[in-house]
């Protein structure tokens, strides 16, 4: 284990000096020293896998400068990584959004139009090189200064490094110059960014000006991305007015939580806020991380028409045709209890693995045979779908069935 401290330590030493070649030799060590391991660490194996990613960006040339296009050695550095994680499948979610931001910036470098350089300035920021990030924001805003996409961009980079002045800034203009709706993106970005500041110094106006800011974008749009802005705000604050109110508006953005999990979430967060007040307590999901992943042979619809035949009718609310058109969906099973609608036994569970704050959740698809629909747990009375989900989990426990599990 000394030897795997002592990497780690010089792992970290490289990446402070932006000695590249080093940084990438010291990663592949400690990556075959962890897959050594009978059972792998996963912090520790996302840390490493964006010390090696950072190390074969190395300068990012081929990324800051628009005349070169040698994007050869990071799409083989990338590959040498992805075959070698071959050798020991995992199912570790949180080191999934890392691959795929690397493997996004390999595409994106091969065609550099502004639109994919924000995007890439995004997937730069996890694999841990925000300062690249900030670099390429720039050299879009040298052109069109006030494009607020960068604007938010710029401001998660500032706050990646701690220089939360810079970020407040970057996300100010780009308030006072983004239209309507998508003000919500520079608003979001100031309440994390006046939260991380206040966690940093201390100081009580800043995460009053956090709530501020939280309160006007739910005022303007009510999503994922302003209840998680505003919940870390929240519990920041240690206000329980401000929690509760927090407490309503995640159940609005999201659904398919319920108020049981709602409270459990919260409880955790406000224990470890308590112990570690300086510390992001609440996961940050990213505006920019909805560039949908294209579908693929597990969505919803997919296994509806090659389990059971027919393409369902799903109503175009809750996000649910979007929800449902991702892939990961799996069969849970038939349900004992009748469909409430048609009263049949007819009623098919599907299930598909997300996070939430550490936590593994499952959303819900109930498709039925009969009425040939599909909708989310919401459609139904309380009572009713107590019932359907309790025969389901006694005869179909989702954690058994769930890859993402480790079931």
Request: hydrophobic share 40%; proline share 3%.
């Amino acid at each position: 284990m000394g030897t795997f401290v002592d990497l780690l330590d010089k792992s970290a030493s490289a990446r402070a000096l932006g000695d590249w070649a080093k940084l990438e030799q010291f990663s592949i060590e400690v990556l075959r020293f962890i897959y050594k391991e009978a059972k792998i660490d996963e912090s520790s194996l996302k840390i490493v896998i964006r010390n090696y990613l950072s190390s074969i960006v190395g300068t990012g040339e081929f990324l800051t400068n628009l005349g070169s296009h040698d994007v050869a050695t990071y799409q083989e550095g990338l590959r040498k990584l992805l075959q070698f994680l071959e050798k020991r499948p995992h199912h570790f979610t949180s080191i999934e959004p890392v691959l795929q931001s690397a493997q996004e910036i390999a595409l994106l470098a091969l065609d550099p139009i502004s639109a994919n350089r924000n995007k890439i300035a995004k997937h730069l920021r996890e694999i841990a090189r925000p300062d690249l990030a900030v670099t390429i924001c720039n050299q879009i805003l040298a052109k069109t200064r006030l494009n607020y996409y960068s604007r938010t961009v710029l401001c998660g980079a500032y706050c990646d490094l701690n220089q939360f002045d810079k970020a407040i800034e970057a996300a100010e203009v780009g308030l006072r110059y983004s239209p309507g709706q998508d003000k919500t993106f520079p608003l979001n970005a100031l309440v994390r960014a006046h939260t991380l500041k206040f966690k940093s110094n201390g100081d009580f106006a800043e995460i009053e000006k956090a709530l501020e800011y939280g309160h006007q974008s739910i005022d303007l749009k009510i999503d994922i991305y302003a209840a998680n802005a505003f919940v870390a705000a929240a519990i920041a604050s240690a206000k329980e007015d401000e929690i509760e109110f927090a407490k309503q508006i995640l159940e609005k953005a999201e659904p398919e939580l319920r108020k049981v999990d709602i409270s459990a979430l919260f409880q955790a967060a406000q224990a470890q806020q308590a112990l570690a007040p300086e510390a992001q307590v609440v996961e940050s999901f990213d505006e920019s991380a909805d560039d949908d992943y294209f579908m693929g042979f597990d969505s919803l619809i997919d296994l509806v028409v090659r389990d059971e035949g027919f393409v369902p009718k799903v109503l175009d609310v809750r996000k649910m045709i979007e929800r449902f058109g991702r892939d990961g969906w799996f069969l849970q099973g038939l349900s004992n209890v009748p469909c409430p609608v048609c009263e049949k036994v007819a009623l098919h569970s599907y299930r598909k693995h997300f996070q939430r704050y550490g936590k593994d959740m499952h959303y819900w698809a109930l498709v039925c045979d009969v009425c040939q629909t599909a909708t989310d747990s919401i459609d139904y009375d309380k009572t009713a779908f107590s019932f359907i989900s309790g025969d389901l989990e006694e005869s179909f426990p989702v954690a058994n069935l769930c890859s993402e599990c480790g079931g």
